[in-house]
């Protein structure tokens, strides 16, 4: 039968499996496909906290959901076009995001009886078999049985060593029905299995049987074409938040002169940028897997006030019990950033889900009156430009710097036009090297009209001092207990930090009018969602816009005009009300929430519904 | 300092002083310990700027103020990884942490035996006064059993470190112990320490004449110190006694005392060799609690010492060594990564 290509714009496919089924390669794979054919994209992986959960159960789905279009992509999308469900428990975890009448794609050896209890089907009910997905398109294949077909001349592999082969099967599958070429993928396993050949030539044999199925196979007659997606012009590549984000502080290092030093210890979802880092020494890149959480900032203290960048990565206990020394890092008036990854929470929480619920702890959560600037990033890509920006405060003004991402944005991807070297802007760093002829010994707290101390480091002959966490006298840096004093520096630690709003660009609207019904005001990885929802809206004719922090402390300093222009100020978060708080506290508006922490993003249509209510 | 000599000024314990008031309290053992620190730094044959200071929170860890050096008084039990991340990046600098019992054993415990089977090339002075000065007299993880204070009305039952002991658990590559009452002695162990390439580990027994006084008299004060002190020598045997009529004889693995012409000749006394892995944990556990009866003197000096190269040396040698091979790295490769497309 003739076969025939369908052109669409927008395609959700949720590739889902048990934790040992390969998906998140599988969709790895597909996306970089995707996203060397120019579309525009977002994923959004989530996976067990277990490396390992029990097989086959409701707790052990991986998924991975890719959303690639003509268009602007904004999110991961809120329901998938395409359901890929390796066993009967991710067809259960998944069918509720699925649109109606879309496609399943179902190894059907992953729906036998054993499959069928794991999964909770009451009395092995097959739903492959009962007629329940009637209104869906459901494609079977018994992919464990079509792999181990594909791979009878292999006598070397073992049973085991062939299945492992199946997600290559579905995805040259996947690749025919989207009019791919193999060749990525082709080009991913010569890298990763070049000297096995063995396993090299299986799972190619089984990507291209795969590709072949949707060939040869008379049912299927039509497959699907996406445009490339009409974004601004230039060279794209495809990155992952946490990647990104290493490659911000690199590139921020080289740009400040300052080696970097990053000491971490390990959390989910913030390990990927130790490992990372810990790569890049070519760089000059010194990481230090440090004993704790603990030892993770003040190792990067003891390097900041050697002089090199330091940077500390985790995510939200791991900030908890950071925070006595971040404290001690704004009394030593020293730069260093600290990322903090988040995730859900308190305590151990979700560790692998996302959510929003450290900016409290970021804003307020130490001892004493503790102020640091606070910068968050909004997609994978843009922790590249915002890490840059943290590191550039944080060296220029002479401060601690927090910075915040999450499970979301940290592994997700993304296309991203990555900038040149050359069209980075230098970040200047003096360091003090000498007495000035006025100055008959050095004064570590003497300050420039920003209120910024000098940076005098160990090996400076001449200006040997000492620092530390006891209150300083002004000027001097001598211990002091003096009332008068403390009051003056606590006042001048807030006004430092104040006064990096005169340094920061001021705050612009993502989409809409400047003036309008509802203003939706967000910070982080719900900046997709928000989008997507205002430009709907706007589409239909409402005044909606959506502006989207980078700098929440201090804010820019046109933030409190443009909450003025809107009728509704909408704060939509994924915890249970955080930055609302700050901003009624500031700006004395009556802001309206909306929230949601069930570790998953908020979704557009969600999103959509809301802020109708404020029409 | 007018004088120069090999292209660096003769300075003196004097220039390390600052005008900074020292806030001890007076008798403090602390303040021997300050003075010999300042008439050993003079002598190393290090710049003044490139030394360094780190302390935790105590009263010793008020050291850093003290000293016109560079200087941190961080947090309590962080110096250890405050020095590391310094060391890590800046080799060239000597990097001293005066930390105190509690500071180092307690709160700080972790950083203290991560850092030296790292081995960083520092020197910890580790102030031992058993007990909790700054926070007015609480037992501390050294303090004797039963010991009364305000924090243990009924007598203290925690079973107290050995901290050299400790250290040698960690593979700590120098371990040495002296005290703040035999100054010659402690100049000689801080420039043994300084010398030591490596993690130095130096416990300093310093008396706190206000909550536990006289805790170290037995070893300290010229009546008893002669039995119940074994000043270690190396390539010397392990003599001690007024007359050096006493020796430690080794009985197997158990270091008994013999006296000298009695029950044994110099010839039968264990001699000292710092280099022995072994018989060094032997002499690290002489540690019996001095009002026990038969109890062995307690040994200063130079415990161990041993080679092992400086995570510091790795770390840059790892970071020269990729330079080298593959080039500094690029940032626009870097940023390119290995796929790309176009959007015309
Ligand atoms: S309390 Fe004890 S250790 Fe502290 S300064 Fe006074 S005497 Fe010295």
Redesign the pocket.
């Known amino acids: 039968m003739e076969k025939q290509d369908v052109l669409l714009s927008d395609v959700v496919i949720k590739f889902a499996g048990d934790s040992g089924d390969g998906m998140q390669l599988t969709g790895t794979q597909f996306t970089n496909n995707t996203a060397l054919l120019g579309l525009d994209l977002a994923t959004f992986p989530d996976f067990p906290a277990e490396i390992r959960a029990p097989q086959g159960t409701l707790p052990g789905v991986s998924g991975f959901q890719l959303h690639f279009s003509s268009d602007r992509v904004f999110t991961p999308g809120d329901m998938c076009d395409v359901l890929v469900a390796m066993n009967a428990a991710a067809l259960k975890a998944n069918l509720a995001f699925l649109k109606k009448g879309g496609r399943i794609i179902a190894n059907i050896d992953g729906f036998d009886a054993k499959n069928l209890r794991l999964a909770n089907y009451i009395d092995g009910i097959n739903p492959l078999e009962n007629g329940s997905l009637d209104s869906y398109d459901v494609i079977k294949i018994d992919v464990t049985k079509l792999t181990r077909e594909t791979l009878k001349d292999f006598p070397e592999l073992g049973m085991k060593e062939k299945d492992r082969a199946k997600n290559m099967f579905v995805l040259g599958f996947l690749y025919w029905m989207y009019n791919r070429s193999l060749d990525s993928t082709i080009n991913y396993l010569e890298e990763k299995f070049g000297k096995k050949e063995n396993i090299l030539a299986s799972n190619i044999k089984v990507l291209q049987a795969g590709y072949n199925y949707g060939d040869t196979t008379e049912t299927f007659t039509t497959r699907y074409k996406v445009e490339k997606a009409r974004m601004p012009a230039g060279t794209y590549r495809s990155i992952m938040g946490n990647q990104a984000l290493a490659y911000g502080l690199i590139a921020a290092s080289e740009k400040s002169g300052l080696p970097l030093f990053l000491g971490s210890y390990p959390i989910t979802p913030a390990s990927d940028i130790l490992h990372e880092l810990s790569r890049h020494k070519a760089f000059g890149v010194r990481t230090f897997q440090a004993e704790d959480e603990i030892a993770a900032i003040t190792s990067a203290i003891g390097a900041s006030y050697g002089g090199s960048l330091g940077v500390t990565t985790t995510s939200g206990p791991g900030m908890a019990l950071k925070s006595e020394a971040m404290g001690l890092a704004v009394m030593l008036e020293i730069p260093l950033v600290i990322i903090d990854v988040q995730r859900g929470g308190p305590s151990t929480g979700l560790p692998t889900k996302t959510e929003q619920s450290d900016l409290l702890q970021a804003y307020y959560g130490r001892n004493g009156e503790c102020p640091m600037p606070v910068i968050a990033a909004k997609t994978p890509s843009d922790c590249f430009n915002a890490v840059f920006e943290a590191v550039r405060i944080s060296l220029q003004h002479m401060t601690p710097v927090i910075f915040l991402s999450d499970g979301y944005i940290a592994n997700g991807a993304e296309p991203w036009r990555f900038p040149k070297s050359e069209d980075l802007q230098p970040i200047h760093v003096k360091f003090k090297t000498d007495l000035e002829e006025d100055e008959h010994k050095f004064l570590p707290y003497k300050r420039d009209e920003k209120l910024v101390r000098p940076w005098a480091i160990p090996g400076t002959p001449g200006l040997e001092h000492r620092i530390g966490g006891i209150e300083k006298q002004n000027i001097t840096g001598n211990v002091s207990y003096d009332p008068e004093n403390h009051q003056l520096m606590v006042n001048i630690r807030e006004k430092k930090v104040e006064n990096i709003a005169d340094y920061i660009p001021l705050q612009t609207l993502d989409s809409g009018p400047e003036k309008g019904k509802v203003l939706v005001l967000g910070w982080g990885s719900t900046y997709g969602a928000i989008e997507s929802a205002a430009r709907q809206l706007q589409w239909e004719g409402h005044a909606v816009s959506h502006a989207h922090l980078r700098y929440l402390r201090p804010f820019p300093k046109n933030l409190g005009e443009i909450l003025n222009n809107f009728e509704t100020i909408l704060v939509p978060e994924i915890n249970n009300g955080q930055l609302i708080k700050i901003i009624r506290d500031k700006y004395l508006v009556d802001a309206k929430a909306y929230n949601k922490v069930k570790g998953v993003p908020i979704a557009k249509g969600e999103l959509v519904e809301e802020i109708r209510k404020y029409l | 300092m007018s004088v120069v000599e090999n292209g660096l000024p003769v300075l003196t314990a004097k220039d390390f002083a600052t005008d900074q008031e020292v806030r ?2 007076p008798g ?1 053992g ?1 303040y021997s310990i300050l003075a010999q620190v300042q008439k050993v730094m003079p002598t190393i044959g290090v710049p003044k700027e490139n030394i360094v200071i780190i302390s935790g929170i105590g ?1 010793s860890s008020r050291f850093p103020y003290y000293m016109n050096t560079y200087g941190m008084h961080s947090i309590h039990g962080r110096a250890t990884a405050v020095a590391s991340g310094l060391k890590a990046t800046r080799p060239e600098l000597s990097v001293w942490i005066v930390t105190g019992d509690g500071d180092s054993l307690s709160i700080g415990g972790n950083h203290t035996i991560h850092l030296l089977r790292r081995n960083f090339d520092v020197n910890i002075l580790l102030f031992n ?1 058993q007990i909790y ?2 926070t007015k007299g609480q037992y501390s993880p050294t303090s004797e059993k039963q010991k009364v204070t305000k924090s243990t009305p009924f007598g203290s039952i925690d079973h107290p470190f050995n901290p050299s002991a400790l250290a040698m658990g960690a593979d700590a590559t120098f371990i040495a112990r002296s005290m703040d009452r035999d100054p010659k002695h402690l100049q000689e162990m801080l420039t043994r320490s300084h010398k030591h390439k490596g993690a130095s580990f130096l416990e300093i027994y310093q008396n ?4 536990n006084d006289g805790a170290f008299e037995i070893f300290t004060e010229k009546s008893t110190k002669p039995n119940e002190t074994l000043f270690l020598e190396q390539g010397k045997p392990l003599l001690f006694g007024a007359t050096k009529n006493k020796g430690i004889k080794l009985d197997g693995f158990k270091p008994v005392v013999v006296e000298i012409g009695v029950d044994a000749s110099v010839d039968d006394i264990w001699v000292h060799d710092e280099f022995d892995f072994y018989k060094a944990q032997i002499l690290i556990r002489m540690f019996d609690d001095p009002r026990l009866e038969n109890h062995l003197p307690r040994p200063f000096g130079v415990f161990y010492e041993t080679e092992r190269a400086c995570y510091e040396d790795i770390l840059n040698l790892q970071v020269e060594e990729t330079i080298a091979t593959k080039g500094k790295g690029d940032l626009d490769k870097l940023l390119r990564g290995k796929e790309v497309w176009e959007i015309n």
């Open positions: 001890w309290c403090c602390d009263c006064n000065g700054l706190c004449n206000i909550f």
